[in-house]
């Protein structure tokens, strides 16, 4: 190994290219070359082939649009049941404490908490694309609904006499402000179903991409904020009005202070006991998560221990603790959203279904890269359209994917969306059995676990200092995305973000156009494949082009269109590899019982001592059959043998990446184009890059993207370089193979 490897370095140092050519402008190079005549497709044709329609066709539509039909009958019972069973009911257990604490930030009874907890979680499962991801309420969704609700329906509207002191009268006003705040929120869920419909079969999901990573941790890191100031008043037992729209946050901060002295001490004295008891119980679950089975349901510990001492003590009667109050037991009767709502709220659905995708897919294409599997963005948006839509007729507010939920239903052994399916059952049995028994519940228990739970967006205050060594423009959408949701609000500051990054991208790229390169005979010149009829490819070796940079905006993009033009998909290849690897292995087991059964009724009746002696050997699995022991018999196909003849494989064996038109690569440019390399490495295929310029080798290395697996070995000062360098490797293990 060591010698073909001095012998493999010793040709790429001594290998050479002498090329004569003449010196070739623009001009006289088209000249000596001919166009391809093309015959385009009409639009009539074009139309045409996407309206045919076909059985298979059929049947991929209706996978696409219900995935429980492609993987339910696949299910593994035995293999995934149990983790289901415990990660349903893990993630049950948070989804009560959340749902009725994230109701209060959507300024909308508790119970109604529980509906959003069940119907859209129920409804995903038949939709969804993730296995991972838990449905349900949010707190930056829920704060945004809250705002709105505020807003359309402030505490003056409702008319109270300033000097009523009637008890019935002040229900009557609570009530009435409630029932219209639910409306609000209701039919926000509804419109913004319907634009994530919309979009879904529109096959916009690609709208997430313009929701960059910066812009997003800016965004949630703002919301936190809101959220946390907006449970102040809760914890501290005072009673305050709520703002909303620019400068809310400023109000809601001078509303709290100027009330500051009217603390109810007993309140704060329970939702700081029930902070510390949170901050203990998760600081364990994470020291311990491997010695643990499953992580200490701290927050319904908690829940159930507020309620009970709530309860025994008489907080809202002796100390005026506010208590969660009434939960009505059942499940209501569908009603038809307030359809006349829409034209004042438009621009919030508009807002909410956006934040509410961008968050969902974002976790779950984390989750699908960790497990191996793909989800597809246009059907989150349909799900998610789906279960905000159906969910609005059943009383529940806008909801999309938690973070805390989904780490624990992955971190509890969750394979499928079985698992959010248990959890809405447990939801259910609350709503229609015992929900009652939380109406003593204090409200500061259930600021206490918003708060706590706000401590992991709070730390995305890290990502300044982070950005600020890697790219000072994402840090920049970064800090415009913070303050303008801090101070303008969190619709509006989503807005100016947007439109600031869409700035940005305008400011850095253009529309890519991807292409395969090949030599111009006896040149070193390389252009479009599809362009020229002299231009011709090397054997075995693809050169792709995208003449645009790579960040964020066209990451996926430029992935897609480098498997589609060099016809190789890493993950589909690997997978057909370990598909072909498991049929293999079945059918050698299958092939050694079929042979042990043979050898054994060879010996099956013995005539003498002797044939029973042989049969006793035959029998051990420690003793050799014919000089061979048993287990030889899996040999039957040596590994090369199985590699050419069974496994999959691609008929190329180096990729080069042309980046001469790369002006600059970002964060997330930077771990695609590493992760490009690995996975094509992982199928036999050598990726190079080619042209690369110092300014974007300087930017990879602030990145850290060279390390032991990624070596600056695979940048090249040309494409010609490159590509003698690959014929020299694939020469060199020819050589190495036939020598074997």
Known sequence: MEHTQEQEACLEQTQRYCVQRPIYNQELLQGQLH???RTPQTLGQKIA??????SKKAKSHLYSFLPILKWLPRYPVKEYLLGDIISGISTGIMQLPQGLAY??????PPVFGLYSSFYPVFLYTFFGTSRHISIGTFAVVSMMIGGVAVREVPDEIISLESNSTNITDVLEYYSARDTKRVQVAVALAFLSGLIQLCLG?????????YLTEPLVRGFT????????VSQLKYLLGIQTSRYSGPLSLVYTLASVFSKITTTNIAALIVGLTCIILLLIGKTINRRFKKKLPVPIPMEIIVVIIGTAVSAGMNLNESYKVN???????????PAVPEIQLIPAILGDAVAIAIVGFSMAVSMAKIFALKHGYTIDGNQELIALGICNSVGSFFQTFPITCSMSRSLVQESTGGKTQIAGALSAVMVLLVIVAIGYLFEPLP???LAGIVMVNLKGMLKQFRDIMRFWRTSKIELAIWVVAFVASLFLGLDYGLLTAVTFAMITVIYRTQSPEYRILGQIPNTDIYCDVEEYEEVKEYPGIKIFQANTSLYFANSESYTSALKKKTGVDPSALLAARRKAQKRHAREIKAANEHRKKAVLKLVSSPTNDVEASVKHEIASDDLPVNGKFADSSVQDMSPDEHEHFVEPKTNIHSLILDFTPVNFVDSVGAKTLKSIIKKYNEVGVCVCIASCSDP???????????????????????IHDAVLACQVKDGSAAQADSNL
């Open 35 to 37: 166009r391809r005549q």
């Open 49 to 54: 082939h996407s309206c045919r329609c076909s």
């Open 103 to 108: 109701a209060l930030l959507a300024a909308v």
């Open 201 to 209: 079969f529109l096959r916009f999901g690609f709208v997430a991409i």
């Open 221 to 228: 890191t703002a919301a936190a904020v809101h959220v946390f």
């Open 323 to 333: 208590v969660v109050g009434n939960i009505p037991q059942g499940l209501r009767a």
């Open 443 to 445: 409200q500061t228990v």
């Open 696 to 718: 974007v080798t300087n930017e990879l290395t602030r990145l850290n993207f060279f390390d032991e697996s990624v070596t600056r070995e695979l940048l090249f000062h040309s």
